[in-house]
Every structure is written in C-alpha cells, then in structure tokens.
C-alpha cells in the first residue's frame, strides 16, 4: 500500500485537499443481515414452524389461508415455505438474507413477506424468474396471503416472453442478414467495376 510522502501532505495543506482512505472495503462480500427483531434463535423457531403446514409467521395472521397457499404452490410442482414479519425492515434486502437463511435448511423456495416487500430464495427457480414474482407481491399494506397468492400465481403463470426464442429469431435474423450481404457482395464482384461496358 502506498505510502503519502511529505511532498503529498504539504500538497494538500496548500490546496485544501484530503487523502481518502483506499476503498479495498468495498469489494468484500458483505454479511447476511437479518430484518431488526429477528435473531438466530428466531430463525431456528420460524424453521421448525415450517415442518407441519409450510407456513411461520411472526405476526400470527393469515395462517390458515397461507397454509391453502402453500399447499396449493405444492401441488403444481413448487415447494413453497412462506415467512411472515411485520412491519417493514430498514432494507428490503434483508428479507433475502433471512429466506437465504431460512433456504439453509428448507428444500425448494422460500418466500418472507413484510407489509410491503418481498425476499425470496430458491434452490429450483432463476433469480430472473423469483423477482418477476416478487413484483406482484409487494405493497399489499400487511395483506400477506393476498401478497403470498400473488406471488405463486406469478411463479405458476408462463413468462410472457421466451428469451430462448427471442436470442433465437435474433441470431437466424442476423444469419439471414449476412448471407444476404455476401450475396449482394458476391454478385457486384462478378459483375466487375461499374462503367467497365
């Protein structure tokens, strides 16, 4: 690591400037953060309430409706555990940390709803696919199982566009385009310089 000379701290009492510190912090992963109120032990209990309906809620609302929710996303091929908080953490990224946390020791994908955002985590569904469905359940004002039926009807509905198909008409587009470009290249060379009748 550098070190400031003399020369560099004059230079900088004369201009005003200060020396940062390097930014080598910036680039290291940072630790899962856990909504306030929800503590190690917390996580333990909430994974031992999934065991009999797939269902742990802190808030103690919904569950019966959840578990129907639950249940339902399982029967079309998705296990699904729903996590209930109240209130909203300070960062929506923190109900990741805890469905990642959760997802440890669950099979399949998580879900842990706040009042108004969402965190997933899923060992069988894409990230892309995850957020997609996050959006139809966020700010539902505390209306978890109209949150939670939001989120698996978004999960069971087809994509509304294939990339695969998309990356496919593009690529054979472009193929079409540059066989086509060839030809007209190849036809003018045989044809000779323009004028030369």
């Given at each position: ?188 060379t045989s044809e000779g310089p323009l004028g030369s009748d």
């Open positions: 690591m550098p070190v400031a000379s003399d020369a560099d701290t004059d230079a900088a009492r004369q201009t005003g400037w200060k020396m940062t510190a390097p930014h080598t912090s910036v680039f290291t992963p940072m630790a899962a953060e856990l909504p306030p109120n929800v503590t190690a032990d917390t996580v333990v209990a909430l994974t031992a309430d999934l065991a009999d309906d797939h269902v742990a809620t802190l808030t103690g609302r919904d569950e019966e409706q959840l578990a129907a929710i639950a249940a339902d996303a399982r029967s079309q091929g998705i296990p699904l555990n729903i996590v209930v908080i109240p209130g909203n953490p300070g960062h929506d990224s923190s109900l990741r940390d805890l469905a990642t946390e959760v997802g440890k020791t669950q099979q399949g994908t998580v879900v842990v709803l706040s009042d108004d955002w969402v965190g997933t985590y899923s060992d069988t569904v894409s990230r892309v696919r995850l957020e997609w469905a996050e959006d139809a359940a966020k700010y539902t004002q505390g209306a978890s199982a109209e949150a939670a039926g939001n989120f698996v009807e978004r999960l069971v509905t087809p994509e509304p566009m294939s990339w695969t198909a998309i990356t496919c008409a593009v690529l054979a587009g472009t193929s079409v385009v540059i066989v086509g470009l060839a030809w007209v290249k190849a036809r003018r």
